[in-house]
């Protein structure tokens, strides 16, 4: 099957009849709501999204929107079961509109050239705007296919191969690790890359507000999510579109980990909603007799440097720590962080890394290139059996949860096997753990507060990230990790070196500097961010006798 | 479907107790075992040595098998599992991959899970055991299952005029309590074996329950299932007896009868494997470690109880 012949290709034929039928089914779905029938579940519903909006809008925000909500909320226990049925469905027909994105096949061409030019030279330092505005006198210069070739770059590894197949064979859910908001412009620039067709995708409201993106990705399927939006009418809205999506046969793709991970770990604790709409789709689809597969996706998207690392380890902090976390306000200014990441990235002798996982059915089973679900054994197995109950299919909401239960532990152990690891991640778990070492009763906030300026000889350090390389490489041989090749060959010295300057170019306040005799903690609070992805790992990681010296 | 409405799948005394559990309750079980057997069995039940056809036309699935034998068992019959089998294990203690094994000794439906493609299992434990059920005496059971409804059609399935058996959804919780209260009753083996007073006990029999309840949350079980019949409803079984595998092999510690002791290979290797997963998890299991002590050689009772006795004050 050409891309061009993917389902999304013929979105806007039928964009209208996916429209009406998400809102028939909200309507009809929610006809039962907090425990009682219309017309008193209709007057819960509007009452629940009357009292959150005003809430909401009380705290800023329009205030023709706001008395619209006070109005309504004041009708209510006025209007007849037909005005509240109909008002409903008016709301459900909003939201859906605000929803509801496009797909323009000119604008899918257009991107496929633009993309890879724009993160070229996004990664050189230009502006993404200069960067469309130039595309038409660039196009075709010899110097800019080089500008477009982001390989060197960006690695795509794994089950390439059996994903391209399983496209042809079903339905994909991509489901990708969520580390920056980088994240879905390289993610759909390697499905491009890997010849994968595009898929349909929820993006944050904020992502929209710059004009150029918001044109793109509103063409290009994607859909819009407004997370200030807390009540029932509208997240039933959100799950029933994506849902007939996926029935429908759209590929998809969502970040399970719900937003960005604010530690920097690997995402463990998945919101199951999205995924549980993969096993109903198919549930509904097979009651139709239809038995086109859905496959999970688990990707993981690895950089060597985050972007957003310093926000995203304060706001973590902040939650985590509470009163006990003092937080400092390094006055860092977002876009002259944007410029000075994008000039840097490109420059580095470390590439990132996007990783595509074994594919999975909605059960958790791993899927081959066939299309076909195999046992831990490699027993084909027949899949609509998991929704068979003496001898028939049967609608089971409770065991179906556990399903999606299981399949969220089957991606996050797909997370952590198919995470790959960068020099600055290794050396910085080092570096804390040594800190840790070092001062074994310090609480994570104190230590953090005063382990900068701390100062660990070079011949330890090296010693240690001797030691932990050979422990890590035992762990990808036995599949629990991936490790990026300058980790698992580079000489020691030269690995350490790497992870310092690479920490150099890009933040400020660098996690670690480089002395004559040996390595100093810059930021503790980045070598927490960073080291964090190790930490799935770390009872293997620390189990046996301890290796890591004490500073002397 | 036509066929037996229950595979038990082990033909032991539990297994066998279990089959006749179900065949009074109206259910046909088909019962497996390895060689054939000419002994005489209720009506309702069928004996056979061959489980692929008795899978192929039955959903229910009962594992009567020894711990020790169940990752080769299943290993060996995956093939014949599918997504609507619904498992009920009944395996007691971690999966034994000999004390030189870097691998960490495993639960039951870990295996499961690792070696099939079964997804609804459940696990049953509690405070009876094969003579009990045999006897028609009063007994109880918990079956646990994250599939609510699995463990409700087990728990119809199974109960009767003398068995009560409660529901849980802390499948987790319950197959370590079983597991964790035969390593803790091995150190109250050795409090017996001790001739201590009744405070002596009493005060073991504490602090494992307590220590059992620590290790089943941080291992991923829920507060409370402890306290339930499979841990502290196991323990109090062994307890009140006052014999078994776990009690013997307290008195030969507390004898300083090491080889006797170690005779009980799974015993010593569930020991060693919470001790280190407890270590590694960083929680406390003094009891647990000091069987684990004991085990290996590297303390006597008297060292040990001297040592439990003066750690530091804490409040309970």
């Known amino acids: 099957m050409a891309i061009g012949t993917h389902p999304i290709f013929h979105f806007n034929e039928h964009r209208d009849d996916i429209r009406r039928e998400v809102i028939a089914r909200v309507v009809a779905d929610l006809s039962t709501f907090g425990g009682v029938t219309t017309p008193r579940s209709h007057q819960l519903l509007l009452n629940d999204a009357a009292y959150h909006e005003i809430d909401r809008l009380n705290q800023g925000g329009s205030k023709d929107q706001l008395e619209r909500w006070q109005r309504l909320a004041r009708r209510l226990l006025r209007m007849t079961p037909a005005e509240l049925a109909a008002e409903v469905e008016s709301e459900c027909a909003h939201y859906v509109d605000d929803v509801q994105g496009h797909f323009d096949r000119r604008v899918y061409n257009l991107a496929t050239r633009v993309l890879p030019l724009g993160l070229g030279l996004l990664f050189k330092g230009t502006d993404v705007a200069q960067t469309v505005k130039d595309l038409a006198r660039l196009e075709g210069l010899a110097g800019f296919r080089e500008l477009r070739d982001l390989s060197g770059r960006i690695r795509l590894e794994g089950e390439i191969d059996t994903v391209r197949r399983l496209a042809q064979k079903g339905t994909l859910v991509v489901v990708p690790t969520h580390s920056s908001n980088m994240d879905s412009i390289v993610l759909g620039w390697a499905l491009m890359e890997a010849n994968l067709p595009p898929v349909i995708y929820g993006a944050g409201r904020n992502l929209f507000a710059n004009p150029v993106m918001a044109f793109f990705m509103r063409n290009l399927g994607a859909y819009r999510v407004d997370r200030r939006l807390k009540f029932s009418l509208y997240k039933e809205v959100l799950k029933t579109y994506s849902q007939v999506l996926l029935e429908r046969g759209y590929h998809n793709l969502f970040f399970p980990g719900g937003t960005r991970s604010r530690s920097g770990r690997v995402e463990q604790r998945l919101k199951l909603g999205l995924l549980g709409s993969a096993l109903t789709a198919t549930s509904e689809r097979l009651q139709r007799g239809d038995d086109r597969p859905i496959f999970i996706v688990p990707t993981t998207i690895n950089y060597p440097l985050v972007l957003e690392a310093e926000s995203l380890v304060e706001d973590h902090l902040r939650e985590m720590g509470k009163e006990r976390y003092l937080a400092e306000d390094d006055g860092f200014d977002t876009l002259g962080k944007l410029g000075h990441y994008a000039m840097k990235v490109m420059s580095l002798e470390t590439s990132m890394a996007i990783r595509f996982g074994a594919p999975l059915d909605v059960f958790g089973n791993v899927v081959g290139p066939d299309g076909h679900s195999r046992g831990p054994d490699g027993t084909a197995l027949r899949r609509e059996r998991y929704l068979f109950r003496d001898g028939r299919p049967t609608v089971d909401v409770k065991r179906d949860a556990e399903y999606t239960r299981i399949l969220g532990r089957s991606v996050s152990e797909a997370f952590q096997r198919e995470t790959v690891l960068m020099p600055t991640q290794v050396l910085a778990w080092l570096m804390l753990e040594r800190e840790r070492r070092i001062a074994p009763g310090l609480d994570l906030f104190t230590l953090l507060r005063t382990a900068s300026g701390d100062h660990h000889p070079w011949g330890l350090v090296g010693e240690d990230v001797d030691w932990l390389r050979a422990r890590l490489v035992t762990l990808e041989s036995q599949g629990h990790l991936r490790l990026d090749p300058f980790v698992r060959t580079a000489p020691v010295g030269q690995l350490v070196e790497q992870a310092i300057k690479t920490f150099a170019m890009y933040h400020l306040r660098p996690a670690l500097e480089r002395t004559d005799d040996g390595v100093v903690v810059g930021d503790p609070k980045l070598l927490y961010y960073y080291g964090n992805r190790l930490e799935g790992y770390a009872d293997a990681l620390r189990d046996g006798p301890s290796r890591v010296r004490v500073a002397s | ?316």
């Open chain 2, 1 to 316: 479907m036509s066929g037996p409405s229950f595979v038990v799948w082990g033909d032991g005394p539990w297994g066998r107790a279990l089959s006749r559990r179900l065949a009074s309750g109206g259910a046909n079980v088909a019962l497996i075992g390895l060689r054939t057997s000419n002994r005489k069995l209720p009506r309702g039940i069928v004996h056979s040595t061959d489980l692929a056809p008795a899978l192929g036309s039955c959903e229910r699935v009962l594992v009567a098998l020894p711990v020790t034998a169940l990752e080769a068992a299943l290993t060996d019959a995956a093939r014949h599992f599918e997504g609507h089998h619904r498992v009920v294990l009944t395996s007691r203690g971690l999966t034994s991959r000999g004390l030189s094994s870097a691998e960490v000794p495993q639960r039951a439906s870990e295996v499961l899970m690792q070696r099939t493609c079964v997804r609804q299992f459940a696990v049953l434990a509690g405070a009876s055991d094969a003579t009990t059920l045999d006897q028609g005496r009063a007994a109880s059971l918990v079956v646990a299952s994250a599939f609510p409804s699995w463990s409700k059609e087990l728990q119809a399935a199974l109960a009767g005029p003398t068995l009560r058996v409660y529901t849980s959804g802390d499948p987790i919780g319950v197959e370590l309590s079983n597991a964790i209260a035969v390593v803790l009753a091995v150190a109250l083996g050795v409090a017996h074996a001790k001739d201590a007073t009744s405070a002596t006990r009493a005060t073991a029999l504490t602090r494992a329950v307590a220590e059992m309840d620590r290790l089943v949350r941080r291992f991923g079980g829920t507060a409370g299932t402890a306290f339930g019949l499979a841990g502290l409803g196991v323990l109090s079984t062994l307890v009140f007896d006052a014999s078994g595998p776990p009690f013997d092999a307290g008195s030969a510690l507390c004898r300083g009868d090491l080889l006797e002791a170690q005779a009980q290979t799974e015993l010593r290797a569930a020991a060693a494997a919470l001790s280190a997963r407890a270590r590694i998890a960083g929680v406390s299991a003094p009891l647990v470690d000091t069987v684990h002590e004991l085990f290996e050689g590297r303390q006597s009772a008297d060292e040990a109880l001297t040592m439990l006795m003066s750690r530091a004050a804490r409040s309970e």
